[in-house]
């Protein structure tokens, strides 16, 4: 098990930044594949982003591809996600999740491990 903390949501203007992080402890973080959901009021969790063990493959929701950013430091047991030109469509309770998976899976139910999520809103 690993347990994991989110932080850095808020309130942000349209077209702005935000960067979230998510601390993990418990087991060897660096085996675990991490990936950040998010789920909107009255819709389902959808997938964000997903990065490999060794941060060397990621993978994105197409909503998001080219303005978000996830990495990760093994060393501090930490993964991110740079949320830039954000829209107001990109309001959600943002997760962190890790899996013991042997891929990059984007389905909520292939992660078992999960954060209590942090709350980012964009104003128009």
């Known amino acids: 098990q690993v347990q994991l903390v989110e932080s850095g949501g808020g309130l942000v203007q349209a077209g702005g930044s935000l960067r979230l992080s998510c601390a993990a402890s418990?087991?060897?973080?660096?085996?675990?594949?991490m990936g950040w959901f998010r789920q909107a009021p009255g819709k389902e969790r959808e997938f964000v982003a997903a990065v490999s063990r060794s941060g060397g493959s990621t993978t994105y929701a197409d909503s998001v591809k080219g303005r978000f950013t996830i990495s990760r430091d093994n060393a501090k047991s930490t993964v991110s996600l740079q949320m830039n030109s954000l829209k107001p469509e990109d309001t959600a309770v943002y997760y962190c999740?890790?899996?013991?998976?042997?891929?990059?899976?984007?389905?909520?139910?292939?992660?078992?491990?999960w954060g209590q999520g942090t709350q980012v809103t964009v104003s128009t």
């Open positions: 999740a890790a899996t013991g998976a042997g891929w990059l899976p984007q389905k909520s139910d292939s992660y078992d491990n």
């Open positions: 418990g087991r060897t973080f660096s085996t675990y594949i």
